[in-house]
C-alpha cells in the first residue's frame, strides 16, 4: 500500500512540475495552453482514479485472504477443542467406572 501511495504522490508532482513548465515554455497562445493544460489534468486524474481504483481492490483482496486466514485458524482450534473434549469425557467416564465399582464395593461390606 505504501508503494501505491508513493505512486500516487509522484503522479501529483509530476503534474505540477509538467503544467508549470508548460505555463513558462509555451509558445502557444493562451487558450491553447489552458486547453493543453486541461487535458493533462484530465489525463493525471483519470491515472490517479485508476490508481486509487487498484488500490481498493489490493485492499479488499488482503481483507479477504485475511478473513479466509481467521476463519481456518477459529476452525483449527474448534476441531482441537472437540478432540480435547472428547479425551476429557472419556477419562471422566473411566474415572465414574472406578468410583462405581468403590461405591459398590463399600455397599456390599
Known amino acids: 500500500m505504501g508503494r501505491t501511495g508513493g505512486t500516487?504522490?509522484?503522479?501529483?508532482?509530476?503534474?505540477?512540475?509538467g503544467a508549470v513548465a508548460g505555463i513558462l515554455l509555451a509558445p502557444d497562445q493562451g487558450s491553447k495552453t489552458r486547453k493543453r493544460?486541461?487535458?493533462?489534468?484530465?489525463s493525471g486524474s483519470?491515472?490517479?482514479a485508476h490508481k486509487f481504483d487498484d488500490l481498493k481492490s489490493q485492499v479488499k483482496s488482503m481483507m479477504s485472504d485475511k478473513k479466509?486466514?481467521?476463519?481456518?485458524?477459529?476452525?483449527?482450534y474448534v476441531k482441537k477443542a472437540g478432540s480435547k473434549t472428547e479425551n476429557v469425557i472419556e477419562v471422566l467416564e473411566k474415572k465414574l467406572a472406578e468410583l462405581k465399582k468403590e461405591a459398590q464395593s463399600i455397599n456390599s461390606k
Open 8 to 17: 500516487i504522490v509522484a503522479i501529483l508532482a509530476g503534474a505540477a512540475v
Open 37 to 42: 493544460l486541461g487535458r493533462g489534468i484530465k
Open 46 to 48: 483519470d491515472e490517479i
Open 68 to 76: 479466509e486466514d481467521l476463519e481456518s485458524t477459529i476452525n483449527s
